[in-house]
């Protein structure tokens, strides 16, 4: 079955440093693939996505790239700010159905001043 | 737009109690899922609505569990009798409609954090 998995943090950057969190996956199919964020208290949001190999999905100085060879989606971002914390979560649509997500267990970040 | 609203955001009953989990999608959105968050199975979804009406109700723990989305602007999630293993954040997450191969983004709610001692 899809499965998705991601580093396990928690991840402690300081302001500016460089993000990595790395994700990789198993799917039936040709999947989409997903980041989302989710900030202390709220559900989550859709941050960036990418629907076919070697795509690259970016959104708020955030970026992945779909990598088939490799079944990854890193998601990176140059320079972390404190207001990135949050937990970062990759998920995948196998396209069997196009509602399922299948989602990672979420990576913790705390970016300190 | 108000977002997708869920209440209550905190729920503390007894074991063996009623719980009632209530949700409503975003206005011009049809389809909604319920979903479950722990820290030993991660984010989970419980069920599918299409046009209110179930689709995909595999994720639903057990009989206990149950799910109604009588118009297109209410959902509700129960639990009858609630036990301690169902301590979680229940989320809500509701879409444009589905078609073809288009998969369109999930809204999330804020949730439910729900506590059974």
């Known amino acids: 079955g899809d499965s998705v998995t991601q580093m396990e943090g928690p991840v402690t950057l300081s302001e500016e440093a460089f993000l990595t969190i790395n994700c990789t996956y198993t799917?039936?199919?040709?999947?989409?693939l997903f980041w989302y964020v989710q900030y202390p208290g709220e559900g989550l949001q859709l941050l960036l996505k990418?629907?076919?190999?070697?795509d690259k999905g970016s959104n708020k100085g955030f970026e992945a790239t779909y990598r088939k060879e490799t079944t990854s989606f890193h998601l990176e971002k140059g320079s972390v700010q404190v207001s990135d914390s949050a937990v970062y979560f990759c998920?995948?649509?196998?396209?069997?159905?196009?509602?399922?997500?299948?989602f990672g267990k979420g990576t913790l970040l705390t970016v300190n001043p | 737009d108000a977002g997708v609203i869920q209440s209550p955001r905190h729920e503390v009953t007894e074991m063996g109690q009623e719980v009632t989990l209530r949700c409503k999608p975003i206005?011009?959105?049809?389809?909604l899922f319920w979903y479950r968050q722990t820290m030993m199975r991660g984010l989970e979804l419980l069920i599918y609505?299409?046009?209110?009406?179930?689709?995909?109700d595999s994720g639903m723990p057990e009989d206990r569990f149950s799910a109604k989305m009588p118009n297109a602007s209410f959902s509700t999630l129960k639990i009858q009798p609630s036990e301690p293993r169902d301590s979680a954040v229940y989320f809500c997450?509701?879409?444009?409609?589905?078609?073809?191969?288009?998969?369109?983004?999930?809204?999330f709610g804020p949730g439910t954090r729900l506590t059974v001692l």
């Open positions: 609505f299409n046009n209110n009406v179930p689709i995909d």
């Open positions: 799917a039936t199919g040709y999947p989409s």
């Open positions: 990418a629907t076919k190999a070697d």
């Open positions: 997450a509701s879409s444009l409609p589905t078609s073809g191969v288009r998969i369109n983004e999930q809204f």
């Open positions: 998920a995948l649509n196998s396209g069997g159905s196009n509602y399922k997500l299948t």
């Open positions: 206005s011009g959105h049809n389809s």
